[in-house]
């Protein structure tokens, strides 16, 4: 990780807020697992949630996890095979995803992942109900043990490669929305 | 998982075919660990690639790991908090990641994640050096113990929520490429 290692505050939270999917990993007893899900970042804090019924979140409360995003910002074809790559933002997290039980901070977390989907959505969507909240898993991790990894710019061939007769760049990727659909 | 796990070989290969990145998770000795890395399937087995300085990559040979892929179509917005979701595919495989020896199997297996950039690459490109290879720990997964979840479709409101006043839908997202950069 070394030579793309970043831990500047700024680029770790813009990050977690552009990327709308991260991989919770945790360590089952009978192998790791890992999972994709939904999260917030409120300050210092992700949070992630999920129903009381799933044994991956059961597991991983009050459990050693780590979460991971990436956003992949293009394919990098360089003109040796080996020195093919991607460009990518990326943060891992480790640390102990805690059981929120405080009804304000549950709250606020949940919230906090609607308005993910869309500014100003929390206020607007029917609130959820107590039985709502009772099957709803809400854990925290802390943003301590954290690290960055961005790869940018083209591709990086060895010298005697360059004249190798193939195009090479980036093609660059993002994730576009279409047209909202009504059902 | 029940209600969205679907078991469709077909339906497992076209997820890991379209995706381009894939979530690696290894249980090491302090704690759990998942990574994003580039893959490519090739029949039943899936295929990863890193450096031989890479910890986790190290790790993760003769271990059992947990491998998983997310393409996400869509953010669904309910009228309750509660039902919004995301419209997404995703394939996760448990099973044991084994160090690809034989000289053939790993030129297919890195072939096939360099085809993933763009096809004929593989062929087109400067061709890996013993050098090369000799830094690359190739990794296999079979596809045995492996699933798919899929969310298609609109938001699924509470009937006494249809007349909640806000619109609900889906906001279709999917990953655009731009023109090819070069430098």
Same mark, same amino acid.
């Given at each position: 990780?070394?030579?793309?290692?970043?831990?500047?505050?700024?680029?770790?939270?813009?990050?977690?807020?552009?990327?709308?999917?991260?991989?919770?990993?945790?360590?089952?007893?009978?192998?790791?697992?890992?999972?994709?899900?939904?999260?917030?970042?409120?300050?210092?804090?992700?949070?992630?949630?999920?129903?009381?019924?799933?044994?991956?979140?059961?597991?991983?409360?009050?459990?050693?996890?780590?979460?991971?995003?990436?956003?992949?910002?293009?394919?990098?074809?360089?003109?040796?095979?080996?020195?093919?790559?991607?460009?990518?933002?990326?943060?891992?997290?480790? /640390?102990? #995803?805690? =059981?929120?039980?405080? %009804? @304000? +901070?549950?709250? $606020?977390?949940?919230?906090?992942?609607?308005?993910?989907?869309?500014? /100003?959505? #929390?206020? =607007?969507?029917?609130? %959820? @109900? +107590?039985?709502? $909240?009772?099957?709803?898993?809400?854990?925290?991790?802390?943003?301590?043990?954290?690290?960055?990894?961005?790869?940018?710019?083209?591709?990086?061939?060895?010298?005697?490669?360059?004249?190798?007769?193939?195009?090479?760049?980036?093609?660059?990727?993002?994730?576009?929305?279409?047209?909202?659909?009504?059902?």
């Amino acid at each position: 990780m070394a030579a793309r290692g970043k831990y500047d505050r700024s680029v770790v939270h813009a990050i977690l807020d552009e990327c709308l999917v991260a991989h919770l990993a945790v360590a089952l007893p009978d192998g790791p697992r890992v999972m994709p899900t939904t999260f917030a970042r409120v300050d210092e804090v992700v949070y992630v949630h999920g129903s009381v019924a799933n044994r991956t979140f059961r597991e991983a409360s009050g459990a050693a996890v780590c979460l991971e995003v990436t956003i992949l910002d293009g394919l990098v074809l360089a003109r040796s095979a080996f020195h093919h790559s991607m460009n990518f933002r990326s943060v891992v997290v480790y /640390g102990t #995803a805690t =059981a929120v039980t405080d %009804p @304000t +901070e549950r709250r $606020l977390a949940l919230d906090a992942i609607v308005e993910r989907a869309a500014p /100003g959505r #929390a206020a =607007a969507a029917r609130p %959820p @109900t +107590e039985s709502e $909240l009772r099957s709803t898993l809400v854990l925290s991790i802390p943003l301590i043990e954290v690290s960055a990894k961005v790869r940018t710019g083209g591709p990086i061939d060895d010298e005697e490669d360059l004249s190798w007769p193939i195009w090479a760049g980036v093609i660059p990727l993002h994730l576009e929305s279409g047209e909202p659909l009504t059902f």
